[in-house]
C-alpha cells in the first residue's frame, strides 16, 4: 500500500505489493482507493490519469450527493470511464437531499446495531444494495488501467469494497485491515474536507470526531460476520451472482503481470 499525494485530496493510496496467499504481491496501478474527487487540481487529474494510469472511477456515493456536489474535474476527462453505484438505499426523488440521505442512512444503521455503528453501515451496504457491490467489483476486475474506487471520506462504503476485492485477491485478513485502518493516519484531514461541503457538515458533526476513527475491530467483524453467516466473501458474493469466474478475473487483475 503507497500514499499517493495530491493537493486536493487526502486519503488516496494505491493497495499494490500487498502480501497474497500465492507469493505474488498485488501490482501496483491495478487498484486506487480515495475521499472525494470533488476539488482535484489539474495537477492532481495529470497525475491519477497519466502517471497512475487511472481508466475508470467507481464512485460509490448516493446519487443524492453526486447531484448535490456536483460534477468532479475527472468526469470531463473523456479518457476517463465513470460508473456510479451506490452502496445506500435511495428514494430517487427530488426529495432525496443528500444530507438527509446521509442522516436517514445513520439512523438506520444505529437500529442495525447502536454497539458498533461502522460494523451496521457495512453490513447494510450488503443487505440494502448487493448488486452494486457485485457491480463495482467487476468493474474494477473490466478496468483497461488503474480502477479508482471512492466515496466521500474513502473509508467507509470505499473500505468494505476494497477489503473484499483484496481478500479475494488471497490478501491475508490482518494485511486487508491494515489497509482499512491507514485511513486513521489521516482521519483529521478527511474531516476537515468533508466539514467544508454543506453536504456533509452536518453529518460529520453529529458524531465525536473520534466516531470517525476506522478501527480494525469493526473491519474483523465485518469479515468475521461474513465467515459465519456466508462462508467467507466469497461465500456471500456467490450468492449474489459473482461467480468463480468472476473471482479468477478480479485476482487475475489484481495480481498478473
Not at 447531484?67 to 473523456?78: F, M
Not at 437500529?111 to 453490513?123: E, N, Q, V
Not at 469493526?218 to 462462508?231: K, N, Q, V, W
Request: proline share 6%; net charge negative; glycine share 8%.
Amino acid at each position: 500500500m503507497v500514499w499517493i499525494d495530491l493537493e486536493k485530496a487526502v486519503n488516496v493510496r494505491d493497495v499494490g505489493g500487498m502480501p497474497t496467499d500465492s507469493g505474488v504481491p498485488t501490482r501496483p496501478g491495478r487498484l486506487v482507493r480515495s475521499d472525494n474527487l470533488q476539488d482535484l487540481s489539474p495537477a492532481d487529474v495529470t497525475r491519477l490519469t497519466e502517471e497512475i494510469g487511472v481508466t475508470t472511477v467507481i464512485d460509490l456515493r448516493s446519487t443524492s450527493e453526486v447531484r448535490s456536489e456536483g460534477p468532479g474535474p475527472l468526469s470531463r476527462v473523456p479518457a476517463v470511464r465513470h460508473v456510479n453505484l451506490s452502496v445506500l438505499p435511495e428514494s430517487h426523488g427530488m426529495t432525496d437531499v443528500a444530507a438527509d440521505a446521509l442522516a436517514l442512512n445513520r439512523e438506520r444503521a444505529a437500529g442495525r446495531g447502536p454497539s458498533d455503528l461502522a460494523l451496521s453501515f457495512y453490513l447494510g451496504y450488503l443487505e440494502d444494495r448487493p448488486d452494486n457491490v457485485v457491480a463495482a467489483l467487476r468493474t474494477i476486475a473490466e478496468a483497461p488501467g488503474a480502477a479508482l474506487v471512492h466515496c466521500a471520506a474513502g473509508k467507509d462504503r470505499t473500505g468494505v469494497v476494497v477489503a473484499m476485492a483484496l481478500t479475494v485477491a488471497g490478501v491475508p485478513r490482518e494485511a486487508v485491515v491494515a489497509d482499512y485502518t491507514a485511513t486513521a493516519e489521516r482521519i483529521e484531514r478527511v474531516l476537515d474536507r468533508l466539514r467544508a461541503s454543506p453536504t456533509y457538515a452536518e453529518d460529520i458533526d453529529n458524531l465525536p470526531a473520534e466516531e470517525h476513527r476506522p478501527r480494525a475491530a469493526s473491519m474483523e467483524r465485518f469479515l468475521a460476520r461474513l465467515d459465519e453467516d456466508h462462508g467467507g466473501v466469497l461465500g456471500w458474493l456467490g450468492t449474489h451472482g459473482f461467480d468463480t469466474q468472476d473471482a479468477r478475473r478480479l485476482r487475475a487483475k489484481l495480481l498478473e503481470v
